[in-house]
């Protein structure tokens, strides 16, 4: 039994919703998942600028760098502030330490006249939204940095962005970062996806998916159980696994916790060794993290079995590619009192915005 361990790799995160966190209570109360997306996430994502990407970013890589997680993937979406937020999310990320890979989510549900949709006709012309965010990809991916395409769902997409999306990801050698069936609205996603994915996507959710894709299923626990989704029964599918946050935190140890007590309410014969090989999937995903040296405030860390019964566990120190990036376990590359401060005031804007 030892200390230390690799990093933890969130393998699907959306780090402005960070900020979210205290947002005043939606006009109305979601009652299914559209209206949980429509009165909430949509909202938020509409709201937000360059200035609250960036600090929402930065709190939540050192909150992610605090729970042992030095590696995330991400998938942002801000429709009235795409140019350059990609950018924004990776210097954020780079100046705590954290390593991160980046996708912006192409939708077409904001309508080139400012209107929005709740879905979007597979014959729809791609609108000039979802061009912008492709270009936004398409930086990004020239950057040489870690990258990959996003889609927001297949059921806010055109067929003309859907084949945009993967071409671009075809051509840059990557996957497609896109939300799958995550509710029951968007359980025929597999039928417009079929031939177009392929085994370097990831497929988010996948609660509703009637058959398995290529690509890595990412489950999410506990948001399925926040917005009332259902369980994907991960444990049942022949799709590798992975495990992510879908935005609530990037605390990987709790998240795995969550996801083997859900999916001990579902089988009582499932192992914690089940959580392990999620786990080992998810550092597969982002090689780098095994490079990292986490030690922790526990000498058992490293036995699954340990972990998933063992809730407040916390590093002590970080080593990433030589450097010293958390000590005590606090980061050392940034002032967290100052990150907090300064996304304080960041999320105090965008929570009037919301209010107004």
Same mark, same amino acid.
């Given at each position: ?116 949709? %709740? ?24 950057? @040489?940095?870690?990258?990959?395409? @996003? ?78 989704? @259902? ?12 495990? @992510? ?91 967290? %009192? ?19």
């Amino acid at each position: 039994m030892g200390a230390t361990t690799p990093g933890f790799v969130c393998a699907h995160h959306h780090l402005y919703s960070t900020l979210a966190r205290g947002m005043p209570s939606p006009p109305q109360t979601p009652t299914n998942f559209i209206s949980v997306l429509k009165q909430v996430w949509w909202r938020l994502d509409a709201a937000l600028d360059l200035d609250m990407v960036y600090w929402s970013a930065k709190l939540g890589a050192a909150e992610a760098l605090m729970s042992g997680t030095t590696c995330i993937i991400d998938h942002h979406e801000s429709p009235n502030a795409i140019d350059g937020s990609l950018s924004l999310i990776r210097q954020a990320c780079e100046e705590v330490g954290v390593r991160v890979n980046v996708a912006y989510g192409v939708t077409d549900r904001w309508r080139d006249d400012g209107s929005s949709v %709740d879905s979007v006709s597979p014959g729809s012309a791609m609108t000039k939204g979802a061009r912008i965010g492709l270009e936004e990809n398409r930086r990004a991916l020239q950057s @040489g940095h870690a990258a990959m395409v @996003g889609v927001h769902a297949s059921f806010t997409v055109s067929d003309e962005t859907l084949h945009a999306a993967s071409d671009l990801a075809s051509e840059f050698g990557v996957g497609v970062h896109i939300h799958v069936a995550e509710g029951r609205d968007d359980a025929g996603a597999a039928d417009r996806l079929r031939d177009l994915a392929r085994d370097n996507w990831l497929i988010i959710h996948g609660v509703h998916l009637k058959e398995p894709l290529p690509g890595t299923l990412i489950h999410n626990p506990r948001s399925n159980m926040n917005n009332s989704v @259902g369980y994907a029964h991960p444990h049942r599918s022949s799709m590798p696994v992975a495990l @992510g946050t879908d935005g609530i935190g990037a605390d990987m140890p709790e998240e795995a916790r969550v996801a083997f007590a859900r999916l001990r309410e579902a089988d009582l014969t499932a192992s914690a060794d089940t959580i392990s090989q999620w786990i080992e999937r998810s550092r597969e995903l982002f090689p780098a993290s095994r490079n990292d040296v986490v030690t922790w405030n526990y000498d058992h860390v490293d036995s699954i079995w340990h972990l998933m019964y063992t809730p407040g566990t916390r590093p002590t120190s970080i080593v990433s590619d030589g450097r010293l990036i958390l000590d005590n376990g606090l980061p050392t590359l940034v002032d967290i %009192d100052e990150v907090r401060s300064k996304a304080a005031q960041q999320a105090k804007r965008l929570h009037e915005r919301l209010a107004a």
